[in-house]
């Protein structure tokens, strides 16, 4: 079956630092990615779709220049949390389609990352 | 504004019992909607739905869509404590040539011994 992984699974990081999340689709390839954050006891929320070789396109409140979204290739994306703050202390879901799939076809999510800034 | 609400928002029962767990929605560009589980980590995929009126069915899930109403629910019938989760309902909205998947607040079960 379609396997997304993200890395690192847990980060934690001081105030006014980056932080990098990577998510890949491991045995296909996917022109279009999606980047979720979800807070405790609350669901997913989009934030931005990625594809490859173009920009991202984010969600309504969502600050792009916070949020960089960087989809290289057909099978990696990448979230980078510029500046972080503990508010954006959150889980962070991955998601991709396969490339050529049926407009129908479901996501295939990764495992999660963990974001705590202190 | 698209918007997928689920009904209870919590739910405990106990082992043996069956719940359904409700989702209705209003979303422009309709394609699917979903049904995931999710335990500690990122969800599991359960039932994708098109079409009204068909059952889908796996083991003791089982799910439902009426796109008339707008709603689906999902049932899960003698509960066991592993089924203890937050179960999401998403919707698949077309949006130019991609879709997006619209989250509804989940509902979490607990099922006790």
């Known amino acids: 079956g379609a396997v997304v992984s993200q890395h690192p699974s847990r980060v934690i990081c001081k105030s006014g630092t980056s932080v990098k999340i990577e998510c890949r689709s491991l045995d296909f390839q996917a022109t279009t990615m999606f980047w979720y954050r979800q807070f405790p006891k609350q669901s997913l929320m989009l934030m931005a779709t990625?594809?490859?070789?173009?920009?991202?396109?984010?969600e309504q409140g969502v600050e792009k220049d916070k949020f960089l979204i960087n989809h290289a290739s057909l099978t990696l994306s990448t979230l980078t949390v510029t500046s972080a703050h503990p508010e954006d202390s959150s889980f962070y879901i991955c998601s991709a389609r396969p490339q050529g799939a049926p407009i129908t076809d479901t996501q295939y999510f990764g495992p999660g990352t963990r974001l705590t800034v202190l | 504004e698209d918007k997928v609400v689920q009904s209870p928002l919590s739910l405990v029962v106990h082992e043996g019992d069956t719940v359904t767990l409700n989702c209705s929605y209003e979303?422009?560009?309709?394609?699917?909607l979903l049904w995931y589980k999710q335990e500690k980590k990122a969800p599991t995929f359960l039932f994708m739905l098109t079409s009204s009126g068909i059952e889908k069915k796996s083991g003791r899930l089982s799910s439902i869509l009426d796109k008339k109403e707008l709603f689906s629910i999902l049932n899960i019938t003698a509960t066991q404590t592993g089924d203890s989760a937050i179960y999401l309902c998403a919707v698949d909205s077309f949006s130019g040539n991609t879709g997006k998947l619209i989250f509804g607040q989940g509902t979490t079960l607990q099922v006790k011994p």
């Open positions: 990625s594809n490859e070789g173009s920009k991202a396109t984010y």
């Open positions: 979303v422009t560009n309709f394609r699917s």
